[in-house]
């Protein structure tokens, strides 16, 4: 039987580095203490990228768990259900 490799995304540094970035960017740090104008849709600009910043983050996180796990489990379920038939 062929083996498939397991992915371990913990190892890859690009997807820390990546995600520190991302949750730097949505603590809105960089910006003054009384910055509350422009307003954008109706939110401060630093809430607006706040919230953009927040949805990029969950996307990304979306993307990691669809593209770069393959768990154990899941390989053993499909072998299970391949016995059992």
């Given at each position: 039987m062929?083996?498939k490799s397991?992915?371990?995304?913990?190892?890859?540094?690009?997807?820390w580095?990546?995600?520190?970035?991302?949750?730097m960017?949505v603590?809105p740090?960089?910006?003054p203490?009384?910055a509350?104008e422009?307003?954008?849709l109706?939110f401060?600009?630093?809430?607006?990228?706040?919230l953009?910043?927040?949805i990029?983050?969950?996307?990304?996180?979306?993307?990691?768990?669809?593209t770069?796990w393959?768990?154990?489990?899941?390989?053993?379920?499909?072998?299970r259900m391949?016995?059992?038939?």
């Amino acid at each position: 039987m062929k083996e498939k490799s397991i992915k371990e995304p913990i190892r890859k540094k690009w997807i820390w580095v990546f995600m520190v970035l991302l949750v730097m960017a949505v603590v809105p740090w960089y910006f003054p203490s009384a910055a509350v104008e422009p307003f954008i849709l109706g939110f401060p600009l630093w809430a607006f990228i706040s919230l953009i910043f927040s949805i990029a983050l969950c996307g990304y996180l979306s993307w990691l768990c669809r593209t770069q796990w393959n768990l154990v489990e899941d390989e053993e379920e499909s072998e299970r259900m391949k016995e059992e038939r």
